[in-house]
């Protein structure tokens, strides 16, 4: 590639392999050095004949969703697929994936994707079987409270499930071991070539990890034989960001219910009719889910952590689980603050975020007032208002620095026939829970 990585003129899906628990997934631009990916599966079985097919399909699907995050670094109008090329399912799929998982990419770089993410197609690919996989459950963790309300909710109606995660984070490993369940710990590589072009001056920005890990869970399933990848994604997921120019703009877009819809279709279509893909959590709001976590949550109460922060791949980490200074910290302290107890709070974040005034414009931009709501995954800026009105008429936050502002400078433009917080605690009927699990979503109620 050239020194200008944002020239190229055409990105390859070169080939994918899997062998001995190793997943290799390799790209390139135009006719530049490939970028190798290898997601390691550990101590992976031999995978039984009859789920060869689907074990070839899932790859073929990580191999394509994955490249997402190469993709990215250069955006070229033309997308080539060596060997077998998408049927139109697969094509529509990723074209939907690459254009909303990759919008607010595309909207904090001034760049318009419609129109350029064009997948090839034409191909006929097989269609799925049954598996007969086994009754069990992939548990995605990611060491905050959503997922914890999910793993408390399966392990209460006394389901087989395996509490998973991707990546080296000493975090998640520490929350995954306080759930007692048993642990998968998946490793991803990303190329060393991607920072090596970001390095040169690539696009860069969000991309739509969750989607990206949602593939290999997938792939994760049929290897080792779980017959559901069970997530703990919100309904306020579905709820864009902001619109530009026609278009919304979601970042958490591969965790809304599109995608699960879309993904799970695909699955059901084209790896195995009995693997599941869903969501525990779809018919709730944030509000509910942070109830649900006050009152269950107390076993990980000093492990858990929502600050994505911690998360980097690159850049400092801060010292403490929160920094208390992000829009996740901000958000999960605001919407714990209703339902939980004062000083129970304040010693999980080792201080009062609502008492400190050089935090407003951060807490203005959840209410969204004065600014649309931040590019994170937090809740609705009208459930957000609801938590805050709450605690302005409790004695005990009324008096703190942004509960007081609160009361005098934007509850007078509000109306408060639409502060309270009682209708988001009632769940949706909307979800793709199968029936085995539906007494871990009773559980939720």
Request: net charge negative.
């Amino acid at each position: 590639m050239s020194l200008d990585p944002r020239k190229a003129q055409s990105f390859h899906f070169v080939r994918h392999t899997y062998a001995d628990g190793v997943a290799e997934l390799v790209y390139r631009f135009d006719d530049g050095e490939e970028l190798i990916e290898r997601v390691r599966f550990p101590d992976a079985p031999l995978v039984p004949a009859e789920r060869a097919g689907a074990l070839a399909a899932v790859l073929r699907l990580l191999h394509l969703m994955a490249g997402v995050s190469y993709y990215k670094a250069a955006v070229p109008e033309t997308i080539v697929v060596h060997g077998e090329q998408p049927d139109d399912a697969t094509a529509d799929l990723l074209d939907a994936l690459y254009l909303h998982g990759l919008a607010e990419f595309a909207y904090r770089n001034g760049l318009d994707l419609r129109g350029r993410v064009r997948f090839p197609r034409g191909g006929n690919l097989p269609s799925a079987g049954v598996l007969d996989l086994p009754r069990r459950a992939l548990l995605p963790i990611g060491g905050g409270k959503d997922s914890v309300v999910v793993v408390e909710a399966v392990k209460s109606i006394g389901a087989d499930a395996t509490a998973t995660w991707v990546g080296n984070s000493p975090l998640i490993a520490a929350c995954a071991a306080r759930t007692g369940l048993p642990t998968l710990n998946i490793g991803r590589e990303l190329s060393p070539g991607l920072f090596e072009l970001n390095r040169l001056g690539a696009w860069n920005g969000h991309i739509p990890v969750t989607a990206v890990n949602s593939a290999i869970l997938a792939m994760a399933a049929v290897i080792y034989g779980y017959s559901a990848v069970v997530f703990a994604n919100e309904r306020s997921a579905s709820v864009a960001t902001l619109e530009y120019e026609g278009q919304e703009v979601n970042h958490q877009w591969s965790k809304g219910f599109m995608f699960e819809q879309a993904l799970q279709g695909y699955l059901h279509s084209h790896v195995a009719q009995d693997l599941d893909y869903c969501s525990l959590l779809r018919p709730h709001s944030e509000l509910a889910v942070t109830r649900a976590f006050a009152r269950l949550g107390a076993p990980y109460f000093e492990v858990f952590s929502s600050c994505n922060r911690n998360f980097r791949i690159l850049g400092p980490k801060p010292a403490d689980r929160w920094c208390g200074q992000c829009p996740k910290c901000h958000f999960v302290f605001l919407a714990l603050a209703p339902f939980m107890p004062k000083p129970r709070l304040l010693t999980i974040f080792g201080r009062n975020l609502l008492d400190d005034e050089s935090q407003a414009a951060g807490f203005d931009a959840l209410l969204e007032f004065r600014d649309h709501k931040p590019f994170e995954c937090v809740g609705e800026g009208a459930e957000a208002r609801a938590a805050m009105y709450t605690l302005s008429q409790r004695a005990e936050w009324k008096e703190d620095a942004l509960i007081a502002r609160f009361r005098r400078e934007i509850l007078p433009q509000l109306d408060v026939s639409l502060l309270a917080v009682e209708p988001w605690l009632q769940p949706a009927s909307a979800h793709l829970v199968p029936a085995w699990l539906h007494g871990a979503l009773d559980a939720l109620d």
